[in-house]
């Protein structure tokens, strides 16, 4: 009786699957396997919004194995540890998991793969389950990862994927293998109240009413910030619930401009995991160094926070994050410049609040693309600067994101919203909203011509 632990990470699906398809496929009995590791916390990356939303993925995950016979065992500590333990008590001689590209993943794979190795048991380690392409797949000559997305892109298209793998029909699970209760989205307190439901079946009827619907309109239509007409697929993705992969494939068979510009943004995460997979400190540190030289001025990070930094398509996007634990891609983009370029505030403040919020807080994709706003990344604009008024004209002309998020300014009709400081100061006084915390031609001049910067 061959016996294999399946150990899920960040892939709680049980559909295109290949860690639990290659156990299920080469074992008479899997351990379908999670642990819970106290590190997670201890690195200050267990924020609410995630353990809420894990907590659906989980719940939903067990009922899946449950359907097909199995069931998840869920452990708690070091995974290392735990792994090695539920080895020893099952007989596996075993183990698979999915690849990742941060260096805690780095570690623990290396850890995994000694201490198995001294309790008798081998570790398979699976390529392109967390993305679409694995990340040392797309490399350009004589290097060992792209700097560059165009390039990256041109060869990940000719590159492909491999093969979606359906469900598997049976997991058989050995008897006496004992586990802790799923953790309840009820226990964990501080989520933000609009936070959505996580897990797969409630993330593959989200993809299919995507693949059917708006992602025709995806092209034209992805920067509408009033509009929510993105696919907000990204926590669950994050968490694995669905695959990348099989979302490229499904994606290109319906074909279009829409389905075409999906597609790309699923590359440009794939993108940040093999640059992140090459350059783990990019976590934290620059990719590129421009020795800038931050500003630290609590009031005005705390405003930006709090969506009270008077500019009206700025605060609305940070209360959608508080409220919601997302944000709209564009609203991203803006907040993120915003900080960086006009408040000049180091982007690893920026980062750590979207990681404290964040459904789809991804080290790779959050740090990166915190990196490419701020000019220390991948962009080759590194002088780029989103301006907050010209970018609410374009992208939410009629103001109607403003008075969605920003319900001070509810009563200002049309583009108005954008610009409270016109009115006469009786009516501003009514609105309760604050100055804005810098003026804008000035930030400009104290911050940007030093670096050339250019407004878009």
């Not at 989520?191 to 299919?208: D, K, W």
Request: proline content about 5%.
């Amino acid at each position: 009786m061959s016996t294999a632990v399946v150990l899920f990470t960040s892939d709680l699906r049980v559909h295109d699957q290949p860690v639990l398809h290659a156990a299920t496929a080469g074992h008479d009995e899997v351990v379908p396997l999670f642990v819970a590791d106290p590190g997670i916390a201890g690195a200050g990356f267990d924020a609410p919004n995630r353990r809420a939303f894990l907590a659906d993925c989980l719940a939903a995950l067990d009922t899946a194995l449950r359907e097909r016979g199995g069931r998840l065992v869920v452990r708690r500590g070091d995974p290392v540890e735990q792994v090695c333990r539920v080895v020893r008590e099952s007989g596996a001689r075993h183990v698979h998991v999915a690849a990742g590209v941060s260096a805690y993943a780095g570690r623990r794979e290396e850890r995994l793969r000694t201490e198995l190795a001294r309790a008798g048991a081998d570790l398979t380690v699976h390529d392109a389950v967390v993305t679409a392409v694995p990340p040392g797949q797309v490399v350009p000559a004589g290097k060992d990862h792209f700097a560059v997305f165009t390039p990256y892109f041109r060869r990940w298209e000719e590159t492909g994927t491999r093969a979606a793998l359906a469900a598997p029909r049976v997991v058989r699970v050995p008897e006496g293998i004992t586990g802790e209760p799923l953790p309840e989205r009820s226990a964990v307190q501080g989520v933000s109240p609009g936070v959505v439901r996580g897990g797969e079946a409630l993330a593959r009827e989200r993809l299919t009413a995507w693949l059917s619907g708006r992602m025709e309109s995806y092209e034209e239509r992805h920067d509408d910030l009033a509009g929510d007409a993105t696919s907000r697929l990204s926590p669950y993705l994050h968490f694995g619930c669905l695959s990348a992969v099989e979302l490229v494939r499904r994606a290109r068979r319906r074909g279009g401009v829409g389905a075409e510009a999906f597609v790309r943004q699923l590359a440009w995460r794939d993108f940040h995991h093999q640059v992140l997979a090459a350059r783990p400190a990019a976590a934290w540190s620059d990719y590129r160094s421009r020795g800038d030289r931050w500003r630290t001025d609590e009031k005005e990070i705390a405003a930006w926070r709090e969506g009270r930094t008077g500019y009206p398509v700025v605060d609305a996007a940070m209360r959608q994050l508080l409220h919601e634990g997302w944000m709209h891609n564009r609203g991203r983009l803006l907040v993120a410049s915003f900080l960086t370029k006009t408040l000049y505030v180091d982007w690893r403040v920026g980062a750590r609040h979207f990681l404290d919020l964040l459904v789809d807080g991804d080290v790779a994709n959050n740090q990166l693309n915190w990196q490419w706003c701020a000019g220390t990344g991948t962009d080759t604009r590194p002088n780029r600067v989103l301006n907050p008024l010209i970018q609410g004209k374009r992208f939410d002309p009629r103001g109607d994101y403003v008075r969605r998020w920003v319900p001070e300014l509810a009563g200002l009709s049309g583009a108005s919203a954008h610009r409270p400081w016109r009115l006469d100061e009786r009516d501003r006084a009514r609105l309760d909203y604050p100055h804005p915390v810098v003026d804008l031609t000035e930030g400009k001049e104290r911050f940007g011509r030093a670096r050339g910067l250019d407004a878009t």
